[in-house]
Antibody, heavy 121, light 108 residues
Framework: EVQLVESGGGLVSPGGSLRLSCEAS????????MNWVRQAPGKGLEWLAS????????DNPDSARGRFAISRDNARNSLYLEMNSLRDDDTAVYYC??????????????WGQGTQVTVSS | EIVLTQFPGTLSLSPGERATLSCRASQSFSGSSLAWYQQKPGQAPRLLIYDASNRATGIPDRFSGSGSGTDFTLTISRLEPEDFAVYYC?????????FGGGTKVEIK
């Protein structure tokens, strides 16, 4: 069974940084593109970042580029999201999701339960 | 960027009724790179449909997807109590990957 378990969320002050982790199990992690998607309170879903199976290629929307960096450690079956210069509007549930598709374009067939990030002073 | 518009925003129906949800893209798709997800309160999204019309593993056959070009539809043939939720479409034609704003299917 595919399992994705996020951790690392919490309360952070505006301008602060946070590193989220996602531990994967139940599948061969190193063969799948992995992604981060977030959902602000009462809002829809927003794609944040993707990283190729080997970790050599990453992609972000313009809104996340420069502040959010995705990485992975295939030896540890783990995915990461480094978030910097956090703002109030980064408050959201952050999901790790497995991607299926071609280079840079994926749908998400498995999701973690999410980790809450709250940016507030 | 491809913008996806979902309508209606809310659909009020009774169990047993048919639900028709729409997703319109700002640019025409050359292919069928559209997915649908279901999300219940406090839960992660769940993949229902990929490639516009293919059901994901374990998804009941009352869920079906159709469409091409700019207009896509998710149909739930007979609503079960567990189907009342929010539904999102997502395109994977081009980066940035984008989602629609969602349609809430609520009990009438």
């Amino acid at each position: 069974e595919v399992q994705l378990v996020e951790s690392g969320g919490g309360l952070v002050s505006p301008g602060g940084s946070l590193r989220l982790s996602c531990e994967a199990s139940g599948f061969i992690f190193s063969t799948y593109t992995m992604n981060w998607v977030r959902q602000a309170p009462g809002k829809g879903l927003e794609w944040l970042a993707s990283i190729s199976s080997g970790g050599l290629n990453a992609d972000n929307p313009d809104s996340a580029r420069g502040r959010f960096a995705i990485s992975r450690d295939n030896a540890r079956n783990s995915l990461y999201l480094e978030m910097n210069s956090l703002r109030d509007d980064d408050t959201a549930v952050y999901y790790c999701a497995r991607g299926i598709g071609d280079y840079l374009v994926y749908y998400f067939d498995s999701w973690g339960q999410g980790t809450q990030v709250t940016v507030s002073s | 960027e491809i913008v996806l518009t979902q309508f209606p925003g809310t659909l009020s129906l009774s169990p047993g009724e048919r639900a028709t949800l729409s997703c319109r893209a700002s640019q025409s798709f050359s292919g069928s790179s559209l997915a649908w997800y279901q999300q219940k309160p406090g839960q992660a999204p769940r993949l229902l449909i990929y490639d516009a019309s293919n059901r994901a593993t374990g998804i009941p056959d009352r869920f079906s997807g159709s469409g091409s070009g700019t207009d896509f539809t998710l149909t739930i043939s007979r609503l079960e109590p567990e189907d009342f939720a929010v539904y999102y479409c997502q395109q994977y034609v081009s980066s940035p990957l984008t989602f629609g704003g969602g349609t809430k299917v609520e009990i009438k």
